[in-house]
């Protein structure tokens, strides 16, 4: 089969297998119930919250002197300057003059304004969306369509933090809300974009239909609007340099810009600070003195058999550390997922190989790709330690997905993730990997995540015939958002079954996804089976000169960069205070939070 439509096809779903497809029927009038009570209590929550800031904005300016005289709605200077920042203009102008105080506010009133109405329109679309859950759909619209569900939801949370650490507090002090930093705000939002993406990916390879043109009309114009509220904060003047990288190439910015105050490294141990004392204790404590809130064990020796039972188990929101043991077995109970109000969940095995939670759903199955992943987490804080994430579908079903996470601040340690086609979905977020081996074929590590793999081994398997190996597939769509994908330190080898025919399956660092693909290497050693150009063409010209890749004082074999591409984006780092900037203590801003996880890691490009 040809590789070029195969692996160039990242859409969310696949149409291959059609003819498999069966009819579903419509969900139980009780859970159609529970749903929509969830999805209103979710609406009114957000109307509670966009009424409030309506209110704070109305009252910090009276009305303009051409608004009172004429009842004009016509753009202020303050929205057409805060407009002209975005990349959707004629759409930011449109969505905000007729939003309760935007006529009479400035350009950093307009900053929470943005937030606010955008959070009230993805609100709405999720009421309207959950309002056609009783369609018929076959199994690949009905997977496309919960994907959007849980995206849409996911958007609500985070676009709700963001209003309340940018909305000004009604006494007028000034004072900013305490929910999150600029840097979380940026990680939100970028996420909530990227939540989108994702959902528009799912329906791509849907041949219309009716669930397809209501979820389009729907979501229309969403995914302009986070960007254009990403946009008018990243400009607002308080995020600097938000990602302590180039937005696009603005080289200008290179060497002159370092972390913000409050990143301060902290290295004790290796361990930065944002990982508290008693879980850089946990990460590396023997599990047999170890006190777990749940035990999962196959025989019957522990809390629970399953892991389903162990998630269902755990508290929701909570603000500690929750340990979950799974003792050693293979573990197949589908698809798994930590949903995102399961917060701080610590999951713990015997070890690579030991303990296995796998799973064989893939898009050949006519599931989105999103939705084939065998253990999937979204809620923050996620830690797994010590077991392995297997997707054993094989290379020839294509898209399956050993382990997806979408939570902030998540940890990934010491644990294998193996799989075929995209085995490792970083999708969204703030994430780090250290002592991790991943092995694939195809975008094996792809997404759009803030992420960094610390000292891991990268293992390039045989594919498919005529197929060629690429180890990242980064999915920056937007040029604001903070994500990337940040290899520093690692080991990019042949897996066993590739190195007698290396010579035959070329294997490359990685390819554009989406325009502003972010991906850079580090200090890290490349086996021979790198191809010489070192990065592969997603199709033809696309995104080359609008992509950043990046290579800095990589070894071995494979690490030449003498006939690597040509491209405009590409880049050869010469500079360490630009390669800094995608080290733990700047690019996911680790520091701060990754010493509470207790994994150890190294803040900057020391090693």
């Known amino acids: 089969m040809d590789y070029g439509k195969l692996g160039s096809s990242k859409s969310a779903g696949s149409s291959i297998g059609a003819s498999f497809r069966s009819q579903l029927g419509e969900p139980t009038s009780s859970k159609k119930g529970n749903r929509r009570l969830i999805v209103i209590g979710v609406l009114a929550f957000v109307l509670l919250a966009a009424a409030a800031s309506a209110g704070i904005v109305v009252l910090i300016r009276p009305k303009s ?72 759909m076959d199994t690949l619209v009905r997977s496309a369509y919960g994907d959007c569900l849980e995206l849409l939801q996911d958007s609500v949370d985070q676009l709700s933090r963001s209003l309340m650490s940018v909305v000004p507090p009604a006494d007028g002090s000034g004072q900013t809300g305490t929910v999150g930093s600029t840097q979380d705000v940026m990680t939100w939002l970028s996420a909530a974009l990227t939540n989108q993406d994702t959902c528009s990916d799912g329906f791509d390879v849907v041949s219309g239909g009716n669930v397809k043109d209501q979820i389009q009309q729907r979501l229309k114009d969403l995914s302009e609007l986070v960007s254009n509220c990403l946009a008018i904060f990243a400009f607002s003047g308080d995020s600097g340099d938000f990602s302590g990288v180039p937005i696009q190439n603005r080289r200008r910015l290179m060497g002159s810009v370092f972390p913000p105050a409050e990143v301060q490294v902290e290295e004790s141990r290796g361990f930065p600070k944002w990982l508290t004392r008693r879980e850089r204790r946990l990460l590396d404590m023997p599990v047999d003195v170890m006190r777990a809130d749940i035990v999962v064990s196959k025989d019957g020796n522990g809390t629970y058999k399953t892991i389903s039972e162990a998630i269902k188990a755990a508290p929701e929101h909570s603000s500690r550390r929750f340990i979950i043991h799974v003792k050693a077995g293979r573990y197949d109970e589908k698809n798994l997922k930590v949903g995102r109000k399961k917060t701080n969940l610590m999951f713990i095995g015997d070890g690579k190989g030991k303990t296995v939670i796998t799973g064989g759903r893939s898009v050949y199955d006519n599931f989105t790709t999103f939705h084939t992943a065998s253990f999937a987490a979204t809620g923050a804080g996620f830690i797994a330690r010590d ?134 290497y580090m200090l890290s050693y490349m086996g021979d089976h790198i191809n010489a150009k070192g990065w592969l063409e997603w199709n033809a010209t696309f995104a080359l000169d609008t992509l950043y890749y990046g290579e800095y004082m990589n070894f071995g074999p494979g690490g030449a960069v003498g006939r690597r591409v040509t491209w405009p984006g590409y880049r050869v780092i010469i500079e360490a205070a630009e390669a800094a900037k995608f080290t733990v203590a700047q690019f996911i801003y680790g520091s701060s939070w990754l010493p509470a996880t207790g994994v150890a890691f190294v803040a900057g490009l020391s090693v």
């Open 387 to 520: 077991m392995t994430f297997e997707n054993y579908a094989g290379p020839e079903k294509h898209q399956a997905v050993a382990l997806r996470i979408g939570a902030d601040h998540s940890v990934v340690y010491r644990c294998n993730i193996i799989g075929y086609q995209d085995t490792l979905y970083v999708h969204s977020q703030r994430q780090f990997y250290r002592e991790c081996d991943v092995y694939g074929t195809v975008d094996f590590i792809f997404g759009n995540a803030a992420v960094v793999l610390q000292n891991c081994s990268l293992y390039a398997r045989k594919p498919m015939a005529q197929q060629k190996n690429t180890i990242t597939a980064q999915n920056r769509k937007d040029p604001n958002q903070n994500t990337g994908i940040s290899i520093h330190n690692c080991r990019i080898l042949a897996a066993s079954d590739l190195e007698p025919v290396k010579s035959t399956y070329p294997t490359y660092l990685g390819r554009p996804w989406k325009l502003y693909s972010r991906t850079v």
């Open 65 to 136: 002197a051409g608004e009172r005289a004429h009842g004009i709605r016509g753009p202020t200077q303050s929205i057409s300057k805060t407009c002209s920042k975005t990349r959707y203009p004629d759409l930011c102008v449109n969505s905000l003059v007729d939003f309760p105080g935007a006529l009479d506010a400035g350009e950093r009133d307009l900053v929470h304004i943005s937030v606010n109405m955008t959070l009230q329109r993805v609100g709405k679309a999720l009421y309207d969306v959950s309002d056609i859950g009783n369609l018929q």
